[in-house]
């Protein structure tokens, strides 16, 4: 499984963007996809997952601002971020797993995309 990330980019404080996540493969065998952020000189983190149910988890940082979202068809995830901070600047990743639940761990992700930036000043 691909994926390919899109949709970052600079705003000002209290902006919004849309980052999609695209998969090419077999996206139906997938389980669990997360967005997950890393600021310079600190560890990745997770913000926001959507399992094949559709049931949703937000990390505390982000509830209420960020929703995770996906297509029917499982081939799209997307991530749209409301009120952004400058805190919020990041590399924002897409990740996939096909066990079932997701986690917050970076490490129980086999799949990445190659992650696209987000700025906010």
């Known amino acids: 499984v691909q994926l390919v990330e899109s949709g970052g980019g600079s705003v000002n404080a209290g902006g919004s963007l849309r980052l999609s996540c695209e998969s090419r493969g077999d996206a139906m065998s997938i389980n669990c996809w997360g967005w997950f952020r890393q600021a310079p000189d600190k560890e990745r983190e997770g913000v926001a997952g959507?399992?094949?149910?559709?049931?949703?988890s937000y990390a505390d940082s982000v509830k209420g601002r960020f929703t995770i979202s996906q297509d029917s068809a499982k081939n799209t995830v997307w991530l749209q971020m409301n009120s952004l901070q400058p805190e919020d600047t990041a590399m924002y990743y897409c990740?996939?797993?096909?066990?079932?639940?997701?986690?917050?761990?970076?490490?129980?992700?086999?799949?990445w995309g190659q992650g696209t930036q987000v700025t906010v000043s």
């Open positions: 959507i399992e094949s149910d559709g049931s949703t």
């Open positions: 990740a996939a797993r096909r066990v079932l639940a997701c986690s917050w761990s970076p490490a129980d992700f086999g799949y």
